[in-house]
């Protein structure tokens, strides 16, 4: 049986996403912070508070405050319930956090793109692409395979053809 931090027991199907060791670089995550960072950012004015504890991590560019992964799947789930503007504001946190991830650039400009911000959209899947055929940094801060690489092309793509789609 796996050791699941107590603190993480009200989140509900995010401790599922919260066991896997293997996208924690390192064991880096504070547990007890990641939990209050995704309550936090589910309040009143909560990406704010979240969005300046960000800017003070600029100055120790290798703490991690959350772990992409989790604040990802929450934005996609914004998406995925039909609120575009929340999944944007949530994923621009994690662009944030982690301004080199092809997998953020990609996830924000869907919702971007859902949201009718056309262009940013445009910009944020063309970064995901450049940062990919750059080969310098992995694809994001929990993986970097192959196949993850194809998944995070394809939907930059995607998202690319359809702005082209709606131009045409």
Known sequence: ????????????????????ADYEPAGR???LSLCSVINQIQMPDGVAQV????EARRKDP???LFPEITVSTIGQDHMRASEPKLAVEVLKLVLL???????????????YLKDGQKELARQHAEKALALLDSHRLPAS???????YRGEI???????????????G
């Not at 931090?5 to 009200?10: D, K, W």
């Not at 801060?141 to 196949?147: A, F, P």
């Not at 995607?158 to 131009?167: A, C, G, P, R, V």
């Open 141 to 147: 801060s929990w993986t970097d395979t192959e196949q």
């Open 1 to 20: 049986m796996q050791h699941r931090p107590p603190a993480c027991a009200p989140i509900g199907h995010f401790v599922r996403c919260l066991e896997p």
């Open 97 to 111: 956090a982690y301004p080199e991830s092809a997998d953020a650039n990609e996830t924000l400009a869907e919702a």
């Open 153 to 167: 092309r394809r939907g930059a793509e995607k998202t690319l053809s359809k702005l082209e789609e709606k131009q």
């Open 62 to 64: 290798d703490a991690q």
């Open 29 to 31: 995550t504070d547990w």
């Open 51 to 54: 969005t300046q504890q960000l």
